[in-house]
């Protein structure tokens, strides 16, 4: 039995599947990377933002962006824009670590040498302490979508994870699957709000419904100028390679998140005298960057972060505080100063002032 013509058929039939398959990612270009594909209404689609924001970071129409984590995810652009006269991209990544936060910046500067302002969202993730600062979560990170090299792209796209993107991106560009990020890269990820139960985010805050406050230690623990030298901060090489890369035309602001006073260091500890020595060595660096530059600490006891109902969890606070941390961070940049229980302003002189 002759089987060539068999074999031939199963051939010719997988390399027409395949090629059918491969012509379909590059039309409907799902990650939104592919040069010559249609000039279609692209959204993000991915649910891991290292995939979906490095197409955003290129958009000519942005000016500025938000680099963070998912603490600044729920600050939106649209509310950003008239307070900065900008065009924000909020490129903030969930758990993103401080080397994916740069590489994602890279991008953005790359193709915005001209930008008007820059909000560097400052978390746990720059302040720990000694170790080794990892560089990648277990999510996927692609790192040829953060090159500059375009054909490249075209050898990542052929796979199933593509496949399974373009029937999300067909689905969403017919109107049957519901947009997952904005344009401008903003979702609100947050239940909705009827949602809300007090009970359920004070556990998810303390353990427990009982709220409560951390007594300071007393005497507090008073390390040396020598100790204090000696930590190091292994993320925090990498914000300062972000400063450097900044356009020094650029307005850079550095944002200490308002963490619940909970998840906060408590008064007079060792892990609250790392935690403003961390905060001392960003505004000596910010005080070091070309240009315009603020530091904004909202990481402290304010009643914006001893309030439980602004919380959803200890890092994750309401739209309602997204929207206020808008209009205060504007209000600190604009008047180089605090606001009494909001924020402190720490620099660039590294001399707070309520």
Not at 30 to 45: C, G, K, N
Not at 53 to 60: E, G, N, T, Y
């Amino acid at each position: 039995m002759d089987w060539r013509p068999a074999l031939t058929a199963c051939l010719a039939t997988l390399f027409g599947i395949g090629g059918a398959l491969y012509a379909a990612i590059l039309i409907v270009d799902p990650y939104d990377t592919v040069w010559f594909s249609p000039p279609l209404e692209r959204v993000p689609i991915s649910t891991n933002q290292r995939f979906s924001f490095p197409p955003l970071a290129r958009k000519a129409r942005f000016d500025s962006a938000i680099v963070g984590t998912s603490t600044t995810r729920l600050l939106e652009p649209a509310r950003l824009n008239p307070l900065f006269d900008a065009r924000f991209v909020n490129l903030s990544m969930n758990s993103g670590t401080a080397y994916e936060q740069m590489r994602l910046f890279d991008v953005f500067v790359r193709h915005h040498p001209a930008a008007r302002t820059v909000i560097f969202g400052i978390d746990a993730t720059f302040c720990q302490v000694g170790g080794v600062a990892e560089k990648f979560t277990p999510r996927p990170f692609p790192a040829w979508m953060y090159d500059e090299d375009r054909w490249n792209d075209l050898i990542h796209l052929f796979n199933f994870p593509a496949v399974e993107e373009t029937g999300k991106a067909v689905a969403t560009l017919l109107g049957w699957r519901d947009v997952k990020y904005g344009a401008d890269g903003y979702t609100n990820f947050l239940p909705p709000r009827s949602a809300y139960d007090l009970a359920k985010a004070r556990r998810n805050i303390y353990g427990d419904e009982t709220p409560r406050r951390h007594a300071p230690i007393s005497p507090p623990v008073a390390p040396s100028a020598a100790e204090r030298s000696a930590w190091t901060f292994p993320a925090l090489p990498y914000l300062a390679r972000m400063l450097d890369r900044a356009p020094a035309g650029a307005t850079k602001v550095l944002l200490f998140v308002p963490y619940h006073v909970h998840r906060q260091p408590v008064p007079g500890s060792l892990a609250a005298a790392q935690g403003a020595e961390c905060k001392a060595r960003v505004t000596a660096m910010a005080g070091r960057a070309a240009g315009e530059t603020h530091v904004l600490d909202f990481m402290i006891d304010s009643r914006i972060t001893r309030n439980d109902s602004n919380y959803w969890d200890p890092l994750h606070y309401s739209t309602e505080v997204a929207a206020r941390l808008a209009d205060l961070i504007a209000q600190g940049v604009r008047g180089r100063r605090g606001a009494a229980d909001l924020f402190a302003y720490l620099g660039p002189t590294g001399a707070a002032r309520d």
